[in-house]
C-alpha cells in the first residue's frame, strides 16, 4: 500500500486575505455548506430493524429460557458501523425485554453468539447458542434488502458479501454445501484426517457421516486440501498425494488411494464433466501439486497454449476473452504471473497468494477474487481485467485473521474462504457471494 502523501502549505492562503469585516459573511457562507453536506450525507429515512430484533430474540429465549448468557454480535454484512451498532444495540435490547441478561462466560447458563450476514436478497441474522450440557442449536432471522439502508463506503459497481459457514478448532481446508434454502442445510467439511458432512436438523447442526482419510506419508506443513461436487452426489477430495472419491447419498462412500494426478484447477466434479467447466467456456486444465509441500508445481495437464509449464504458484484464477482464457497464477516468487497462452507477463502488485474466480450476471460477467494482508487480518476484493491491469469492482471484505484456502465452488458463482481467527485460533469458513450494485 503507498505511503499517505500531503500537500505542502499553500502561501498566500486566500483565507489570510480576507478582511475582518467580510468574515462572519465568509462564516456564514461556510455554515450554510457544512448544514448542506451534513444534511446530504445523513439517509432519507432510518431503517426499522424492530421486527428482525424482536423475531431472533423470541427464538433465543425459546433455546435458552430466561436467564444469564454469555452475548457476542459480530457484523459480517456490508452494513456500516454506526448501522450495526444499532442493530446491536437493538438485539439487546429485545433480548433484555425477553428476560435475558448478561454475564461473563464463566457466570453465564449459556452462550449466545450473533453474527450479523447477509445474501443477495436479505440480510440474514444467525445465533449460535451453546448450552452448558453441551448441545448447539442454530436460530436465524432475516430481513430482505431494501434501498432504504444507508451502507456508506466506496463507490463500486459491486459489493462482496460473506455469508458463515463453518467454525470448528480444528483446521477446514475446504467447505462444500451440499444442500441450502435461505441458509446451507447440508454440508462437507474436510478436514486433514476426516471428511465430514453436517446436516441442519430444527435449528441444530448435526454430525450425519464422517469418513476417516488414511494416508501413508505425513501431511505435509501448511496442508492444503479441495473438495469439489458433482452431479448424483458426486464428492472428490484431493489433498497432497490422495484422492478420494464416492457419493453422499445414503451413506457416505469415499474410496481413497495415493495419488499423485492433478488437482482441477476449473470446477468440475470428473463425473460431471465434459471438456469444459460449467459456464462451457473454459477447458479443464488442471496441474500438478507438490506432495511434500503447499504449492502447485507449475506442470499443466492439459498446457495453456504453447505453455505446459508455468511457475510454481499457490492459486490461479482464469477470465474467459472472445478467443482465449487469460489465466491468473499467485506465484511462489511473489509476483502474479498472466498467461494467456501465448505469453507470461509478471504483474507486480500487493496481493496475496490466494486468489481464484467467479462467474456472475454482474459486470464483464467473470471476475477475480484475491487476498490482501492487513495488520489485524486478511481482507479480499473483486477485480474485473479490461485488459491486464486489474481494477477493483468491489470493496473490501475483512476477514478475522489470516487466509489459509480460497477455492471457487463447484457452480463456480460462489467462493468459499477460510481464515485462522487471529483471536480465538478457530478456523471460520464463509461463502463470498458478488451482488451486482451496492
Known amino acids: 500500500?503507498?505511503?499517505?502523501?500531503?500537500?505542502?502549505?499553500?502561501?498566500?492562503?486566500?483565507?489570510n486575505t480576507v478582511n475582518r469585516a467580510s468574515r462572519p459573511a465568509l462564516h456564514f457562507r461556510l455554515l450554510q455548506v457544512l448544514v448542506v453536506l451534513c444534511a446530504t450525507s445523513l439517509p432519507a429515512h432510518?431503517?426499522?430493524?424492530?421486527?428482525?430484533?424482536?423475531?431472533?430474540?423470541?427464538?433465543?429465549l425459546?433455546?435458552?429460557?430466561?436467564?444469564?448468557?454469555?452475548?457476542?454480535?459480530?457484523?459480517?454484512?456490508?452494513?456500516?458501523?454506526?448501522?450495526?451498532?444499532?442493530?446491536?444495540?437493538?438485539?439487546?435490547?429485545?433480548?433484555?425485554?425477553?428476560?435475558?441478561?448478561?454475564?461473563?462466560?464463566?457466570?453465564?447458563?449459556?452462550?449466545?453468539?450473533?453474527?450479523l450476514s447477509e445474501n443477495p436478497t436479505a440480510y440474514v441474522w444467525v445465533a449460535e447458542i451453546r448450552q452448558s450440557a453441551g448441545d448447539v442449536a442454530v436460530v436465524i432471522a432475516s430481513m430482505p434488502r431494501t434501498e432504504s439502508v444507508s451502507i456508506p463506503g466506496e463507490a463500486m459497481p459491486m459489493s462482496l458479501r460473506k455469508i458463515p459457514l463453518w467454525t470448528q478448532d480444528d483446521p477446514i481446508l475446504d467447505v462444500a454445501v451440499l444442500e441450502e434454502s435461505t441458509v446451507a442445510t447440508h454440508s462437507a467439511v474436510l478436514s486433514p484426517e476426516a471428511v465430514t458432512l453436517y446436516r441442519l436438523q430444527n435449528g441444530k447442526w448435526q454430525p450425519?457421516?464422517?469418513?476417516?482419510?488414511?494416508?501413508?506419508?505425513?501431511?505435509?506443513?501448511?496442508?492444503r486440501g479441495r473438495l469439489i461436487t458433482g452431479g448424483d452426489r458426486w464428492l472428490e477430495v484431493y489433498l497432497p498425494g490422495v484422492?478420494?472419491?464416492?457419493?453422499?447419498t445414503a451413506t457416505l462412500s469415499l474410496n481413497c488411494h495415493g495419488s499423485d494426478d492433478p488437482w482441477p484447477l476449473t470446477s468440475?466434479?470428473?463425473?460431471?464433466?465434459?471438456?469444459?467447466?460449467?459456464?462451457?467456456?473454459?477447458?479443464?486444465?488442471?496441474?500438478?501439486?507438490?506432495?511434500?509441500r503447499n504449492f502447485f508445481t507449475g506442470a499443466l495437464n492439459p498446457g495453456i497454449g504453447k505453455f505446459t509449464n508455468v511457475s510454481k504458484f499457490y492459486s490461479a484464477a482464469y477470465l474467459p476473452r472472445e478467443r482465449y482464457v487469460l489465466w491468473i497464477f499467485a506465484a511462489t516468487d511473489g509476483n502474479i504471473h498472466l498467461v494467456d497462452g501465448v505469453s507470461d507477463?509478471?504483474?507486480?502488485?500487493?496481493?496475496?497468494?490466494?486468489?481464484?474466480?467467479?462467474?456472475?450476471?454482474?459486470?464483464?460477467?467473470?471476475?477475480v477474487l484475491a487476498t490482501s494482508s492487513g495488520d489485524q487480518g486478511d481482507s479480499i476484493r473483486a477485480y474485473e481485467f479490461p485488459d491486464r491491469d486489474p481494477v477493483a469492482v468491489s470493496g473490501a471484505v475483512d476477514l478475522p485473521g489470516?487466509?489459509?484456502?480460497?477455492?471457487?465452488?463447484?457452480?463456480?458463482?460462489?467462493?468459499?474462504?477460510?481464515?485462522?481467527?487471529?483471536?480465538?485460533?478457530?478456523?471460520?469458513?464463509?461463502?463470498?457471494?458478488?451482488?451486482?450494485?451496492q
Request: glycine residues 6%; neutral net charge; contains cysteine.
Open 345 to 367: 507477463q509478471t504483474l507486480r502488485i500487493a496481493w496475496g497468494s490466494n486468489l481464484t474466480s467467479l462467474r456472475t450476471d454482474c459486470g464483464a460477467g467473470w471476475q
Open 268 to 292: 468440475v466434479a470428473r463425473n460431471n464433466s465434459t471438456s469444459t467447466d460449467t459456464a462451457g467456456l473454459v477447458p479443464q486444465t488442471k496441474a500438478f501439486f507438490a506432495p511434500t
Open 208 to 223: 450425519e457421516q464422517a469418513f476417516n482419510i488414511v494416508h501413508a506419508r505425513p501431511w505435509p506443513r501448511d496442508l
Open 1 to 15: 500500500m503507498s505511503a499517505a502523501v500531503y500537500n505542502s502549505a499553500i502561501p498566500d492562503l486566500c483565507l
Open 62 to 115: 425459546a433455546a435458552t429460557g430466561p436467564g444469564a448468557v454469555e452475548l457476542t454480535i459480530e457484523n459480517h454484512s456490508s452494513l456500516g458501523r454506526r448501522e450495526s451498532e444499532i442493530v446491536a444495540n437493538g438485539l439487546r435490547s429485545a433480548l433484555g425485554n425477553q428476560g435475558l441478561h448478561f454475564v461473563a462466560q464463566d457466570q453465564s447458563a449459556a452462550t449466545v453468539r450473533i453474527t
Open 402 to 437: 489470516t487466509v489459509t484456502a480460497l477455492w471457487t465452488d463447484s457452480r463456480s458463482n460462489n467462493a468459499v474462504v477460510v481464515a485462522k481467527n487471529r483471536e480465538t485460533g478457530a478456523y471460520e469458513a464463509f461463502r463470498l457471494a458478488l451482488a451486482c450494485g
Open 243 to 248: 484422492f478420494c472419491a464416492g457419493a453422499t
Open 46 to 60: 432510518a431503517t426499522d430493524w424492530s421486527r428482525p430484533e424482536q423475531e431472533l430474540a423470541k427464538k433465543i
